[in-house]
């Protein structure tokens, strides 16, 4: 490539003469200014072109392009002056290689940038794609950085003519007992991937494991989930656990909203429309309480020893359960002592069919 560009320049090159130094150094000269050229007419017109459009995305992508282009242009400037000089070996070698490591290690922090810029408009949008989203972006953000990385090493390893398959075999080896050394580790981080690409629950949600904690999310890691309890401890569970065990999302669903039940019974004889009507307006009276949907009453069964009645009602979140249950329980039994419903409990009559006899009479 190089050749071909000299001899297409040849004619130009030839005015200064046949002094070597002085052909590299005008080709030093003329790709400067292209590289100011470049820098202040052409990316100017394609960020102007780029402002037309409604999409931002493009607006960063041209002005991660700026840098890449005019290192190139500088960089092939002077691959084409070393070239005009004759150094010969060992010189161009390690010229040229350095020159490509340096162009390598300039292309590789922009295709870091266009990534890292394409993955977050994607998770800006969760239509597009599902399993990117805010909570997932790190992940992939590392994998792409991971991924780009290992394969700029491979180039520029290859720019210096170093044999990789040696340390590709090596590395394999090394895998493989890092893989049964870190099984737990490898059960979690995967568990931890499905869980982001799957998102059964996110941060904030309020869930209920399968061995009864609850609590609030409040990190998900990739090889831990963390959940604070009403109690205001924080409990960490192995992703490994939480992606193969029943989790309750009560946060999940449609909407947030959280459904309460308060259950009470009133003797038998109580006016049950009276009863309905109480709780009803117990509940609407609450400003904890959702308007929709709409509280309701349900009569659900003859107990033992009472009507058994079960008011249901929404809350916002279900952080607010049990300020919300307090609330409602203390109305009810200030209202049923008003109105003079009673609230029966259990009673136990004893009776005595005979007195002991005394021994001695």
């Given at each position: 490539?190089?050749?071909e560009?000299?001899?297409?320049?040849?004619?130009?090159?030839?005015?200064?003469g046949?002094?070597?130094?002085?052909q590299?150094?005008?080709?030093?000269?003329?790709?400067q200014?292209?590289?100011?050229?470049?820098?202040?007419?052409?990316s100017?017109?394609?960020?102007?072109?780029?402002?037309?459009?409604?999409?931002?995305?493009?607006?960063?992508?041209?002005?991660?392009?700026?840098?890449?282009?005019?290192?190139?242009?500088?960089?092939?400037?002077?691959?084409?002056?070393?070239?005009?000089l004759?150094?010969g070996?060992?010189?161009?070698?390690?010229?040229?290689?350095?020159?490509?490591?340096?162009?390598?290690?300039?292309?590789?922090?922009?295709?870091?940038?266009?990534?890292?810029?394409?993955?977050?408009?994607?998770?800006?949008?969760e239509?597009?794609?599902?399993?990117?989203h805010?909570?997932?972006?790190?992940?992939?953000?590392?994998?792409?950085?991971?991924?780009?990385?290992?394969?700029?090493?491979?180039v520029?390893?290859s720019?210096?003519?170093?044999d990789?398959?040696?340390?590709?075999a090596?590395?394999?080896?090394?895998?493989?007992?890092?893989?049964?050394?870190?099984?737990?580790?490898?059960?979690?981080l995967?568990?931890?991937?499905?869980i982001?690409?799957?998102?059964?629950?996110?941060?904030?949600?309020?869930?209920?494991?399968?061995?009864?904690?609850?609590?609030?999310?409040?990190?998900?890691?990739i090889?831990?989930?963390?959940?604070?309890?009403?109690?205001?401890?924080?409990?960490t569970?192995?992703?490994?656990?939480?992606?193969?065990?029943?989790?309750?999302?009560?946060?999940?669903?449609?909407?947030?909203?959280?459904?309460?039940?308060?259950?009470?019974?009133?003797?038998?004889?109580?006016?049950?429309?009276?009863?309905?009507?109480?709780?009803m307006?117990?509940a609407?009276?609450?400003?904890?309480?959702?308007?929709?949907?709409?509280?309701?009453?349900?009569?659900?069964?003859?107990?033992?020893?009472?009507?058994?009645?079960?008011?249901?009602?929404?809350i916002?979140?279900?952080?607010?359960?049990?300020?919300?249950?307090?609330?409602?329980?203390?109305?009810?039994?200030?209202?049923?002592?008003?109105?003079?419903?009673?609230i029966?409990?259990?009673?136990?009559?004893?009776?005595?069919?005979?007195?002991?006899?005394?021994?001695?009479?």
């Open positions: 490539m190089l050749s560009i000299q001899t297409s320049l040849s004619p130009y090159i030839g005015l200064v046949e002094n070597p130094w002085l590299a150094l005008l080709v030093i000269v003329v790709s200014l292209l590289a100011w050229i470049f820098d202040r007419f052409i100017a017109a394609l960020k102007n072109l780029a402002r037309r459009t409604r999409f931002q995305l493009d607006d960063e992508l041209i002005g991660h392009l700026h840098t890449p282009i005019y290192a190139s242009v500088m960089l092939l400037g002077l691959a084409l002056a070393v070239n005009l004759g150094l070996e060992p010189y161009d070698f390690f010229v040229f290689s350095g020159l490509k490591t340096i162009a390598f290690i300039v292309w590789t922090i922009f295709l870091l940038r266009v990534v890292r810029t394409l993955l977050r408009g994607i998770a800006a949008n239509d597009r794609i599902k399993v990117l805010p909570q997932t972006l790190p992940l992939f953000e590392n994998i792409a950085m991971i991924v780009i990385v290992v394969l700029a090493v491979y520029i390893f720019a210096w003519n170093v990789m398959t040696a340390w590709l090596s590395a394999g080896i090394v895998g493989i007992a890092v893989g049964f050394a870190a099984k737990d580790t490898l059960a979690n995967f568990s931890g991937v499905f982001m690409a799957d998102a059964p629950y996110k941060i904030g949600d309020f869930v209920v494991l399968d061995t009864g904690e609850r609590g609030e999310i409040t990190h998900i890691g090889r831990s989930t963390r959940l604070m309890t009403r109690d205001d401890i924080e409990v569970v192995p992703n490994s656990i939480m992606g193969n065990t029943k989790i309750i999302n009560e946060s999940g669903g449609a909407e947030e909203k959280f459904r309460i039940r308060i259950a009470v019974g009133v003797a038998y004889g109580s006016d049950i429309d009276q009863v309905r009507e109480i709780l307006q117990i609407l009276a609450d400003e904890a309480v959702c308007e929709d949907p709409e509280p309701r009453v349900r009569f659900r069964a003859f107990g033992p020893s009472s009507l058994d009645f079960e008011l249901l009602c929404w916002d979140q279900p952080v607010l359960r049990g300020r919300v249950i307090d609330e409602l329980n203390g109305q009810v039994y200030k209202r049923f002592i008003e109105e003079g419903v009673e029966p409990y259990s009673k136990r009559d004893v009776y005595i069919k005979e007195m002991p006899t005394d021994s001695r009479d």
